[in-house]
């Protein structure tokens, strides 16, 4: 008898961590499934890379790897939010693009360029 409640709390066990490994599976399968073409990295303070090269059409997306950011592409209305994607509907051309979000010491220096083709 001893021996079936043994049995029924291992299994029980082993299921909570199955649905934990299949929760977090989830989560990163349905993050992978809509990749954006370009994926701008933000850190507390910097973009991680100083240019993102980007066709018209093809779709940007800001993902935070530590503090809170936002991005701003200057002179247009396209702003990004943390693991949103967009499509990049702007002319050909060279943008800026900024952090919209005050997020401490280095702000003013996160910037990068855009580079629509
Ligand atoms: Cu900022």
Known sequence: MKKWLLFASVLC?????????????????????????????ASSWEFDQPEYHIKKG???????????????????????????????NLDAGEYEINCNIPCGGGHSKMSAKLIVE
């Open 58 to 88: 093809q779709t940007l997306e800001l993902e935070l790897i530590d503090g809170v950011h936002g991005v701003q592409v200057d002179k247009t209305d396209l702003k990004l939010t943390n693991n949103k994607a967009k499509t990049v």
């Open 13 to 41: 066990l082993v299921f909570v961590i199955a649905a934990c490994g299949s929760n977090n599976n989830g989560n990163s399968e349905a993050a992978s499934s809509t990749p954006a073409d370009v994926v701008i990295k």
